[in-house]
């Protein structure tokens, strides 16, 4: 990461030293780079060519990809929290109640699942 953010300020140091004239916006550009180099050497996430790299900030757009995937990975087989436990294993005392709420909360059984159309 040292080394990505050092060279383009090398670069501009270089050619600065060379007596080429550096526009503000050659500047930005390294300094953009910079920043995206060093997201990439931290996060393993590159941000798209196709953003504009002086209007995305590198570490953020890293961290939305992260919770996007964290999102859409979705729960393993067996993963039950402790109040769905809870919910499926409630009684009204009817049956016909019991199969209403389930319905209601989205409550698949053993039942339900294999007579499904």
Known sequence: AAAATG??????????ASGTQVTPQIAMA?????????????????????????????????E????????WQGKKEGD??????????LNFGNKDQNVKFRKLMGIKSEDEAGCSS
């Open 7 to 16: 060279g383009s300020v090398l670069n501009v140091a270089a050619l600065l």
């Open 64 to 71: 939305q990809e992260k919770k996007r995937k964290m999102l």
């Open 30 to 62: 390294a300094q953009m780079a910079a920043l995206q180099a060093k997201a990439l050497a931290e996060t393993g996430i590159a941000v798209p060519s196709y953003y504009n790299p002086a209007a995305v900030n590198p570490m953020k757009f890293a």
């Open 80 to 89: 039950k929290s402790q109040s769905a436990e809870i919910w499926e294993k």
